[in-house]
């Protein structure tokens, strides 16, 4: 198994709880990644049935000149770019609308309820405007210049909640007008979860709750160890506030009472706490001079440390788990997929690599997908399939079952089946390039490593497949084979303008098993990772 050594941020998404004696927390839909942290209980977290079944995942779809990734809401993507606001179709890539009027630069992260969006934009002059924005059309609804929006912000039950360093405030969602404020001190940084009919909110040295209604404040949690908030957020599950402070520390708190239930003081954690199964998982640091990073699960209700395993060196980010296993990612100029069984005491030999990748500013897990934005653009990353079934001369096929078109139907040439190498080598995730100056089809097949031009993509040493149009070898892993050994005049070709390749050589190539049906002209493609 592979072994390795991970530096940079870790990113790992968990499975969503049963919380249904949660009031308001949910988004409209049950795989909305809504808000930050996808919820206003900020697990961290999808349910099962909306994240990626197998760590076998291929590109769907990629977006070009896009800035970042905000949030998924309503099978939708919603990203800022430098062309203004875009609105994505979350299962084609389509951009449905792009509105110019904002989203060049946003603050916080975009917030999206009752069919509504949220957003905190920045002027020319640095001014922050705040922007009501209906989420189908991209239509402003209504917009607020005002030092009213200069701290997180949600939206529940058609109220907007935010503050200023001396006022919290209640709006309508309608009209952007003011319901009640309360003032006080307020320290702008940090961000608001929700519990049941309470804001959660931040301040420096303490945790507090605001009744939704009128602002009164239920209770205040003080400790001078919670020091600045800063980007920090409370999660909230099973009546209970989770809070780690900037000094490593690990509150649970009442969330009904303030009271101090557990704290945690005997390790250093590096990220937020993500919360799974009554387990709360974090990054820990070990040792000084050289530390190391580890992932760590606690008992939710008691605080009891119940597993560690050493990870990587370096600065870690959050922690998510998915079916027992753990889809993450790494940041160091490079983001990668893995998976691997959260239950071993040594994660070492659990890694099972994807796809490695630049410069990544953001990912969501979501409808059964992993959507990542680098290198400028947006990709979705899918689960992906493991049968193709072809008929000769037809331009129509399946996978797994679905009825699909190619742009050129597959052919005999000289007892040999020709077809577009995409249609084969994308389906099963492996990227393809063509260089028109070489006559050369370039398939990738994803390990770690150096970088694929136009691809974002990293390999390690020369994985792929090299064919070029009238030769009759070709190059696998930088290894020169021939195409069909009993019949050495078989090579790539173009016909009508499209390049074709022999289909058996090309599946067997990457991996997977043929089978031809002589009965009804038909192909057989099997991935068998």
């Known amino acids: 198994m592979r072994k390795c050594a991970l530096l940079g941020i870790i990113l790992i998404i968990a499975i969503q709880l049963n919380t249904s004696h949660l009031l308001n927390t949910k988004a409209d839909n049950s795989c909305d990644w809504n808000t930050f942290q996808g919820s206003l209980g900020r697990l961290g977290s999808v349910p099962e049935e909306c994240a990626p079944k197998t760590p ?14 905000d949030i ?3 099978n939708k993507v919603y990203c800022s770019s430098l062309k203004g606001y875009k609105c994505i179709d979350a299962n084609t890539g389509q951009l449905l609308w792009v509105n110019p009027e904002f989203g060049y630069q946003t603050f916080f992260t975009t917030f999206a309820s009752e069919g509504k969006l949220l957003i905190l934009d920045r002027k020319d002059n640095n001014d922050r405007v705040f922007h009501c924005v209906d989420a189908n059309t ?3 609804l209504w ?3 005002s030092n009213k929006f200069v701290s997180d912000f949600v939206l529940v039950s058609g109220k907007i909640f935010c503050s200023n360093t001396k006022t919290f405030f209640c709006l309508d969602v309608s009209t952007g007008n003011e319901i009640w404020s309360k003032d006080g001190k307020w320290y702008i940084g940090g961000r608001l979860s929700i519990y049941e009919n309470s804001v959660i909110a931040l301040n420096i040295g303490q945790i507090i709750s605001l009744n939704m209604d009128n602002g009164d404040i239920n209770w205040v949690y003080e400790d001078d160890k919670i020091g600045a908030p800063r980007e920090n957020w409370s999660v909230v599950w099973n009546d209970k506030v989770y809070y780690l402070s900037l000094f490593g520390l690990l509150y649970c708190i009442d969330a009904k009472t303030g009271k101090e239930i557990w704290k945690n003081i005997s390790s250093i954690m590096t990220t937020k706490p993500v919360i799974n199964n009554g387990k709360i998982y974090a990054m820990e640091t070990v040792g000084n001079s050289f530390p190391s990073v580890t992932v760590a699960w606690y008992d939710a209700n008691t605080g009891e440390k119940l597993l560690r395993n050493n990870l990587v060196t370096g600065t870690t980010s959050e922690v998510i788990v998915q079916s027992g296993k753990c889809i993450f990612t790494t940041f160091q100029n490079n983001f990668v997929f893995f998976s691997m069984n959260i239950e071993y005491s040594n994660f070492s030999d659990m890694f099972n690599f994807e796809y490695y990748v630049e410069n990544v500013s953001n990912a969501i897990i979501t409808l059964g997908k992993i959507y990542v934005s680098f290198a400028g653009s947006l990709y979705c990353f899918c689960d992906l399939p493991y049968n193709i079934e072809l008929k000769i001369n037809s331009d129509v096929y399946k996978v797994d079952g679905q009825t699909k078109k190619m742009d050129a139907p597959t052919v005999i040439i000289g007892n040999t089946t020709y077809i577009p190498a995409k249609y084969v080598a994308e389906t099963f995730g492996f990227p393809v390039l063509w260089s028109e100056k070489d006559k ?7 390990n770690t490593g150096k970088q694929v031009p136009n691809a974002n993509i990293v390999v390690i040493g020369d994985y792929s497949l090299k064919m070029n149009i009238g ?3 070709a190059k696998l892993y930088g290894k020169e084979v021939q195409i069909n050994p009993k019949y050495p005049k078989i090579t790539p070709v173009i016909i009508n303008g ?3 390749v022999p289909v058996r050589f090309l599946a067997e190539s990457l991996g997977c098993e043929v089978k031809w049906i002589a009965e009804s002209k038909t192909i057989l493609i099997s991935y068998k990772p």
Request: aromatic content about 6%; glycine content about 6%; proline content about 3%.
């Open 471 to 473: 030769k009759s070898t």
């Open 72 to 74: 998924v809401y309503d």
């Open 440 to 446: 050369q089809i370039n398939i990738i097949i994803p």
């Open 498 to 500: 499209r390049t074709m």
């Open 143 to 145: 917009k607020a210049e």
């Open 56 to 69: 076998r995942l291929g590109i769907l779809w990629s977006h070009k000149s896009m800035s970042n990734l």
């Open 138 to 140: 991209g239509k402003i």
